[in-house]
């Protein structure tokens, strides 16, 4: 497995990622954001996990909105 030093998904998984977007953002705003039922309806992590595993381009857009926490998240400091 080569390193990848300039990914910041490298070695994150799934979880982390929801669980962080949770935190942040709340179930709410990511249901506003990524119109996916997992998200705006009785949202679970593992309900999402589930769907977000099996749809790629579900998980895409949760992984480009992590992508941009990261970013806001980096500006603050």
């Not at 490298?10 to 709410?28: P, S």
């Not at 381009?57 to 980096?74: F, I, P, S």
């Amino acid at each position: 497995m080569k390193s990848q030093p300039n990914n910041p998904l490298h070695g994150i998984k799934l979880e982390q990622i929801v669980m962080a977007l949770v935190k942040y953002y709340g179930w709410e705003y990511m249901g506003y954001s990524i119109n996916i039922r997992c998200f705006t309806h009785d949202p679970s992590i593992k309900s999402s996990l589930k769907f977000l595993r099996l749809t790629p381009w579900a998980r895409t857009k949760v992984e480009n909105m992590y992508l941009k926490m990261l970013k806001k998240q980096n500006n603050r400091d």
